[in-house]
């Protein structure tokens, strides 16, 4: 039987300030999105007309779209982008399960000290520089494995998932090792099933950082083939190669579009993957933070 409080009239004012304050906060992180949005649409002469600021414009064109998919650029760094982001999280979730599991037992030898030399890590590093060594000397340079194996596991993400591993009962490991399954079976038929949430959650972790990452495609790819989404947004904001090479592919076009339109079609195509796949594991979001980031 539910019961219910009345709230006194003070209570519900408070309310609806609360509610009227998120709203603010939450039009304020959704309009730069949708200005982007709609400068991607914006045809040139309506941004000349108001001063390069539209928030509504009378007519829309999609001939944005249509130049940065024509040329090669765009869709090849789309290409790259998600194969390191696929590639990338499925190697880092495996990596950081296969450490964050054992390190959660207690009774496994030198336990605290492999935990301290994880910690440390967080701490201090050794630096870019020699770090762009360390790729340089195992042969990476130019390969989209040097996008991947530097940021193998996140410190932070490991003991995040250690922490949920440890919250798990133990009793359901018992009764998997009573049937016969050693460490790895019952890892990848009991902990794994049970482990949805925090996964999900990693993997959300590692694949926005995949997709978003930049600097590293800087540091070590030279070849123009090979640049994430990112990379090439950056280019393409800070120097004019890459529109060049799509006023190459769309001469006309591009002359009926202003630059602006074109970078912010491109930043709608860098983003929209990660819009639409972040409301699918929003429900595993909040639930595998706080399990994995409280030891009940």
């Known amino acids: 039987m539910s019961i219910q409080v009345s709230k006194t009239p003070s209570d519900r004012i408070a309310d609806i300030a609360i509610y009227c304050l998120l709203a603010f906060f939450g039009l304020l992180t959704l309009f730069p999105i949708y200005y982007v949005f709609i400068m991607s649409l914006t045809p040139m002469?309506?941004?000349?007309?108001?001063?390069g600021f539209v928030l509504w414009p009378e007519t829309f064109t999609m001939e944005a779209y249509k130049v940065i998919f024509s040329s090669p650029v765009v869709p090849q760094a789309l290409k790259?982008?998600?194969?390191i982001t696929l590639l990338g999280t499925f190697l880092n979730l495996a990596v950081t399960m296969l450490l964050a599991y054992p390190l959660s037992k207690k009774y496994?030898?030198?336990?605290?000290?492999?935990?301290?030399?994880?910690?440390?890590t967080m701490l201090f590093s050794g630096g870019l520089i020699p770090l762009y060594i360390v790729v340089k000397s195992l042969g990476l340079l130019d390969t989209i494995w040097s996008l991947v194996i530097p940021g193998l596991v996140s410190t932070f993400n490991l003991l995040i998932m250690k922490t949920y591993f440890e919250n798990l009962p133990q009793e359901v490991e018992e009764a998997a090792c009573v049937d016969g399954c050693g460490e790895l079976q019952t890892l990848l038929r009991i902990i794994l099933p049970l482990s949805?949430?925090?996964?999900a959650t990693m993997g959300l972790?590692?694949?926005?950082?995949?997709?978003?990452?930049?600097?590293?495609g800087i540091m070590y790819l030279s070849d123009r083939t090979l640049y994430p989404i990112q990379v090439v947004l950056r280019n393409m904001i800070q120097s004019p190669a890459i529109s060049q090479e799509l006023q190459v592919m769309n001469p006309i076009v591009m002359q009926t579009l202003p630059p602006e339109t074109i970078k912010m079609a491109t930043v709608?195509?860098?983003?929209?993957?990660?819009?639409?796949?972040?409301?699918?594991?929003q429900?595993?979001?909040?639930k595998g933070m706080l399990i994995g980031a409280i030891k009940g």
């Not at 790259?80 to 194969?83: A, L, Q, Y």
């Not at 496994?108 to 440390?120: D, K, Q, T, Y």
């Not at 819009?275 to 594991?281: C, D, G, R, S």
């Open 45 to 51: 002469a309506e941004v000349v007309r108001n001063g």
């Open 80 to 83: 790259i982008t998600v194969i």
């Open 196 to 199: 949805m949430p925090i996964i």
């Open 268 to 281: 709608t195509v860098a983003i929209l993957p990660v819009l639409l796949i972040y409301p699918f594991v």
């Open 283 to 286: 429900k595993y979001f909040i």
């Open 108 to 120: 496994i030898p030198g336990r605290s000290v492999i935990l301290m030399l994880i910690v440390f």
């Open 205 to 216: 972790f590692y694949g926005v950082t995949h997709w978003n990452a930049y600097f590293s």
